[in-house]
């Protein structure tokens, strides 16, 4: 079982940065391949970023691809999503996501992820 809380979310202006944290307890960190995710009102989750369990890969849907980063510190048992160059659409509540994974890959479905934080707003105005 893991355990995942986020924190870092808020109110920025187009244009501004945030940096999500998502914090796991539980069992081993370091074997999870992490995701995010957004849910805007009246839309379903989408993907976002993933990476691998050690950070060499990481993957991003095309509508943050060079302005989100996504990384991790397994020391830390944490996850973070570096949000640069923020737009109004990207106005959402932000989940993380984890899933055992014993080899390199990264995962962008959400269905394949058995546990999830429960969220934090990015509210980003124009």
């Known amino acids: 079982q893991v355990q995942l809380v986020e924190s870092g979310g808020g109110l920025v202006q187009a244009g501004g940065s945030l940096r999500l944290s998502c914090a796991a307890s539980g069992r081993t960190f370091s074997s999870y391949a992490m995701g995010w995710f957004r849910q805007a009102p009246g839309k379903e989750r989408e993907f976002v970023a993933a990476?691998?369990?050690?950070?060499?890969?990481?993957y991003y849907a095309d509508s943050v691809k060079g302005r989100f980063t996504i990384s991790r510190d397994n020391a830390k048992n944490t996850v973070y999503l570096q949000m640069n160059s923020l737009k109004p659409e990207d106005t959402a509540v932000y989940y993380c996501?984890?899933?055992?994974?014993?080899?390199?890959?990264?995962?962008?479905?959400?269905?394949?992820?058995?546990?999830w934080g429960q969220g934090t707003q990015v509210t980003v105005s124009s």
């Open positions: 990476i691998s369990w050690s950070g060499g890969s990481t």
């Open positions: 996501a984890a899933v055992q994974a014993y080899s390199g890959s990264y995962y962008s479905l959400s269905y394949e992820y058995d546990y």
